[in-house]
């Protein structure tokens, strides 16, 4: 299966800065079938991106994705307080799909 | 709206068994794959199961074993997953999620989840 790599752990910005978020596959993932999710504490992991650059239903556009094969990037262009939370990176062009471990993204 | 609500979590003896259910509603039912997606306290997600619209193609994580069972009811908009012998590092949050292709898809829709304890 493919394993993904997500860093750093922990990123620590301020609301207003742009924040970066590193997923690396172990193999590459076919079609760019990666996406992203958020997850806020106590609840569901949220989709944001799809199709590695494809946003989501009602995602703000200071998100996007970048990246194929085995490198991709989720990017905030401008960190609003709601946006500190757990983000997941998922490829789904391999069976089984697979998630990354996490970046916590969190308040300096 | 698109809603997943997840019931049937409870704490369960190890070698115990558990049916978790996911009520369905705002979207046609019979449209999309179903999954499992779980998560150990503290840890990350771990995709457990997947059914597809119609029911007949059902895919699992290796790591279950054939230990857990997924159906779906699509009269009732009800999706299932039959847990048996169940292990103490089964202990997670269970949690339904759509998606467009059984197997392997990105999930655009995900339930509150259901917590489900093993333990003696």
């Known amino acids: 299966e493919i394993v993904l790599t997500q860093s750093p752990g922990t990123l620590s910005l301020s609301p207003g800065e742009r924040a970066t978020l590193s997923c690396r596959a172990s193999l590459s993932v076919s079609a760019s079938y990666l996406a992203w999710y958020q997850q806020k504490p106590g609840q569901a992991p949220r989709l944001l991106i799809y199709?590695?650059?494809n946003r989501a239903t009602g995602i703000p556009d200071r998100f996007s994705g970048s990246g194929s094969g085995t490198d991709f990037t989720l990017t905030i262009s401008r960190l609003e307080p709601e946006d500190f939370a757990v983000y997941y990176c998922?490829?789904?062009?391999?069976?089984?799909?697979?998630f990354g471990q996490g970046t916590k993204l969190e308040i300096k | 709206e698109v809603q997943l609500v997840e019931s049937g979590g409870a704490l369960v003896k190890p070698g115990g068994s558990l049916r978790l259910s996911c009520a369905a509603s705002?979207?046609?039912?019979?449209?999309?794959?179903m999954n499992w997606v779980r998560q150990a306290p503290g840890k990350g997600l771990e995709w457990v199961s997947s059914?597809?619209?119609?029911?007949?193609?059902?895919y699992y994580a290796d790591s279950l074993k054939g230990r857990f069972t997924i159906s779906r009811d699509n009269a009732k908009k009800s999706l299932y997953l039959q847990m048996d012998s169940l292990r103490a590092d089964d202990t997670a949050v269970y949690y339904c999620?759509?998606?467009?292709?059984?197997?392997?898809?990105?999930?655009?829709?995900w339930g509150q989840g259901t917590l489900v304890t093993v333990s003696s």
């Open positions: 705002g979207f046609s039912f019979t449209s999309y794959s």
């Open positions: 059914v597809s619209g119609s029911g007949s193609y059902k």
């Open positions: 998922q490829q789904y062009g391999s069976s089984p799909g697979t």
């Open positions: 199709g590695a650059s």
């Open positions: 999620a759509r998606a467009e292709v059984a197997g392997t898809s990105y999930l655009d829709y």
